[in-house]
């Protein structure tokens, strides 16, 4: 089995100190295998920012797979936003905006949504397609295939017919978890909320934990109550028959 931190949303330049140590305290005890980000770590893509969550990052637990969103796009810098959009992203965070890991249970793809000439929306192109497609195609084994991108469901019909099993996202600031069926495909689709942004919507800071096994997987959605994230809830799914069907869980 393994597990996986999910979180989403930071927003640096607008994060309170004692969620983001409450955040960061909690995600630690948990020890995961892998921590996943799925976009917008700055809220307006500045350098101060980038350096903020970059050591934010740093005092996490490794392995990271961590993707861009379009808050981590310039919005008034009108010519880098068009000419290098993910500069500070590539110089700070990381050159690669589409990481991967890939073990012998799960495999975690991740797909750079964000844009130049959106402001808000995000799409995956035919060569990122392709890309993980021939990624996916390679692997072997009964391993856990799951696909990381900031904006939810982008190209999810394609990417489901690639062979995904999951697919985790971001950006509603919303906490969210859905069985999609495409086709002959069942794809779980799991998102989270913001994990330290003062812009809190109709739930408050939260994050999620996948514990994965071959053919099943539980989600623990923590959410923040006072001065600590705690296990609000609990999911359980299992793939039967080619599709995933949700399991009473503890």
Avoid at 119 to 125: A, M, P
Avoid at 155 to 174: P, T, Y
Avoid at 194 to 223: C, K, M, V, W
Wanted: glycine residues 6%; charged residues 25%.
């Amino acid at each position: 089995m393994r597990t996986l931190a999910h979180l989403s949303d930071l927003h640096f330049d607008r994060v309170d100190q004692r969620v983001l140590e409450a955040l960061r305290r909690r995600v630690k005890a948990l020890a995961p295998d892998l921590v996943v980000i799925s976009g917008d770590l700055t809220q307006r893509a500045r350098a101060h920012q980038f350096r903020a969550a970059r050591a934010f990052l740093d005092s996490l637990p490794k392995p990271q797979v961590v993707v861009p969103g379009n808050h981590d796009v310039p919005l008034y810098n009108v010519l880098a936003r068009f000419v290098a959009p993910l500069a500070g992203y590539r110089r700070v965070i990381g050159g690669n905006v589409e990481p991967g890991f890939v073990d012998e249970e799960i495999a975690v793809l991740g797909v750079n949504t964000a844009r130049s000439f959106v402001f808000k929306g995000g799409r995956v192109s035919d060569s990122q397609l392709a890309r993980v497609c021939e990624a996916l195609g390679r692997l072997r084994g009964p391993c856990t295939r799951i696909v990381v991108s900031h904006h939810p469901a982008a190209a999810l019909e394609k990417l489901a017919d690639c062979g995904v099993d999951v697919f985790i996202s971001g950006h509603h600031h919303a906490t969210r978890t859905a069985q999609r069926r495409i086709g002959q495909m069942s794809v779980l689709v799991v998102e989270a909320g913001t994990a330290s942004s003062q812009r809190t919507r109709a739930e408050p800071n939260a994050f999620n934990l996948l514990r994965i096994a071959s053919g099943r997987i539980e989600i623990d959605h923590y959410a923040l109550r006072g001065d600590n994230f705690t296990r609000a809830a609990c999911e359980a799914f299992a793939r039967k028959r080619d599709a995933w069907e949700r399991e009473d869980s503890a």
